[in-house]
């Protein structure tokens, strides 16, 4: 973590009080009391924190609210990413839950694409169906994994033009839904998604071979990139 270490009580504290997706009213006393220290204490950490982007501060009718910048989020990301390391004594594959919801529509569009499905063939060892399930994930943690994927190399699919538009990147892990089917998830350049969402590719239409329907609870556990490998020859 690049922030002081004697600030991540502090930054842990904001995260407890939501304080990564919204602002929330915060004063000096009420922090002090949350991380044992003076108020005088507290005022210096938002203040070094502030000045370093790692959260930014509003005033509101004499009241403080406080949020996590991308920066601290990104941070608090990286803190996270590394004690799951250091207490599993290894990178193993993650466990997140989501509800099944109608998304878009574009999926079968471009999965079905030349360039794309050739790429997911070669790598993931299978011919996706045409379309994703789309998991609107649960919990923060659930979140937290997501975002994380974004930092982990994964299995790369290159971007591609056509001689009309360029069509943009992606990265795929292997995963496996609901403890039965074998499939990846997608983590796109580009997308009309939040980190609230994941997308899941396999070789059969999810919906039908597991009985899924809107809101309807998934499980999916996510392997890092030195794990697939060893799903895609298992599988």
């Known amino acids: 973590m690049s922030a002081k270490s004697t600030y991540l009580q502090t930054m842990l504290e904001l995260l407890l009080l939501g304080a990564k997706d919204k602002p929330v009213k915060l004063s000096t006393g009420e922090l002090a009391k949350r991380i044992g220290k003076s108020q005088q204490a507290a005022s210096k950490h938002l203040l070094e924190l502030e ?56 999926g079968a569009y471009y999965i079905s694409l030349k360039g794309y499905r050739k790429q997911f063939v070669r790598k993931l060892g299978f011919d996706p169906y045409p379309g994703t399930l789309n998991l609107r994930l649960v919990s923060f943690l659930d979140r937290l994994i997501r975002n994380s994927l974004e930092k982990l190399p994964g299995i790369v699919i290159e971007g591609f033009e056509d001689g009309q538009r360029t069509y943009g990147g992606a990265k795929c892990f292997m995963c496996r839904i609901n403890d039965s089917v074998q499939g990846a998830v997608l983590v796109l350049e580009r997308t009309n998604y939040d980190d609230s969402v994941l997308e899941v590719i396999a070789p059969v239409r999810l919906r039908d071979r597991l009985d899924l329907k809107d809101g309807d609870p998934v499980k999916i556990k996510i392997f890092t990139a030195d794990d697939s490998s060893k799903t895609r020859s298992q599988s």
């Open 51 to 106: 000045q370093n982007g790692y959260i930014e501060r509003t005033k509101l009718r004499n009241r403080s609210f406080v949020k996590i910048t991308k920066r601290g989020n990104d941070t608090l990301l990286e803190l996270h990413l590394q004690l799951k390391s250091a207490l599993e004594g290894e990178e193993l594959g993650s466990e997140t839950h989501g509800e099944v919801f109608t998304g878009l529509g574009e």
